[in-house]
């Protein structure tokens, strides 16, 4: 059997939202200092349409933050570019660089799928060097379809382990309708989740994570309950 794969979600599963903190937050402040207007009156029109655009199926869309930008103040949103490896390195969560390394000794293979699109999160996964890390990159403009569409995993050849994300309603339901292990980083949930409509009622995960350092122990023990 080939090695099976464990599967990462991005922002605020491995990284503190580089896109936001080091491109489009600064980029919207930016555009509110000229205006004279608080940044939140420029923020909350984007952020309006880009939940109308995932409501209405267009998930690629709605994480098109160019496209929204053009659309709603007709103005051009420059394309993040690559940073030095310190400044994304310190948005890593903790732990984060150190389970990655560990599980590069045991036999599986890691991925990544992120909602997000390549020209957003793709610079700041080769600052950090994490295109050699990770076999396989999934993101939305790549398959057109977001987690919690359970066809996100069918990117990766030979079983899939487990799934870590930290939203319930993308990653856990993602990989429980993919019958795969799923593994929420951190117990928390707000507002901000996009409830699927045909989610079920009740939902949880298999294993709630509160931090990296016992993770490669979790692996491990899934390794030794697999199947050969």
């Not at 799928?113 to 700041?124: A, D, V």
């Not at 009622?201 to 931090?211: E, F, G, K, Q, T």
Request: charged residues 20%.
């Amino acid at each position: 059997m080939s090695k099976p794969w464990i599967t990462f979600d991005i922002d605020g599963t491995l990284l503190h939202n580089p896109y936001w903190r080091l491109h489009l937050g600064p980029w919207i402040r930016i555009q509110a200092r000229r205006r004279g207007i608080d940044w939140l009156q420029l923020w909350h029109p984007l952020a309006l349409e880009g939940n109308r655009r995932w409501k209405s199926g267009d998930w690629s869309g709605a994480y098109n933050w160019a496209d929204i930008v053009k659309t709603v103040y007709g103005l051009r949103l420059p394309q993040p570019q690559t940073v030095p490896w310190d400044t994304i390195a310190a948005l890593t969560l903790p732990g984060v660089l150190w389970m990655l390394s560990a599980l590069t000794a045991l036999p599986v293979r890691l991925g990544i799928i992120t909602n997000g699109l390549w020209s957003n999160q793709g610079p700041y996964l080769k600052s950090l060097y994490w295109e050699n890390v990770f076999e396989t990159i999934v993101t939305t403009d790549a398959q057109w379809v977001c987690k919690p569409n359970p066809s996100v995993f069918l990117a990766f050849p030979g079983p899939v382990l487990c799934h870590v994300g930290d939203r319930m309603f993308h990653d856990v339901l993602a990989a429980k309708r993919a019958r795969t292990t799923a593994v929420l980083y951190q117990a928390k949930q707000t507002d901000e989740d996009r409830y699927d409509p045909i989610s079920p009622s009740r939902l949880a995960p298999d294993y709630i994570l509160h931090d990296y350092w016992s993770f490669p122990d979790l692996i491990q023990n899934l390794l030794c309950h697999t199947p050969q």
